[in-house]
């Protein structure tokens, strides 16, 4: 059984930086696409990020597009989300999700996911 837990999450100030990890155990990251999302109080679950199976390939959000790199070790089974000029808007819950894939792109869908995290909270001061 895959279970995903995210860590990293915190109080940080505007326009500085944060890195979360989604740490895999159960299975190898090596046969699954791992998705990035948020939920702020009030407001729709969002599509963050994703990176394929392989690591090869990520695809960000508009939003965060520049700002936030994703990133896959699948020796380790972690996976990586490094933020950076963090918005007021960032802040969220943000979860690490997984499903089976070995397509060469990923798809930030969060239907398509059937392993999800606890989630960890994030908050950007001004």
């Known amino acids: 059984q895959l279970q995903l837990v995210e860590s990293g999450g915190g109080l940080v100030q505007l326009g500085g930086s944060l890195r979360l990890s989604c740490t895999a155990s159960?299975?190898?990251?090596?046969?699954?696409?791992i998705g990035w999302f948020r939920q702020a109080p009030g407001k729709e679950r969002e599509g963050v990020s994703c990176i394929s199976s392989s690591g090869g390939s990520t695809n960000h959000a508009a939003s965060v597009r520049g700002r936030f790199t994703t990133s896959k070790d699948n020796a380790k089974n972690v996976v990586y989300l490094q933020m950076s000029s963090l918005k007021s808007e960032d802040t969220a819950v943000y979860y690490c999700a997984a499903y089976r894939s070995s397509q060469a792109l990923c798809v930030r869908k969060g239907d398509e996911y059937t392993h999800w995290g606890q989630g960890t909270q994030v908050t950007v001061s001004s």
């Open positions: 159960g299975l190898s990251l090596d046969n699954y696409a």
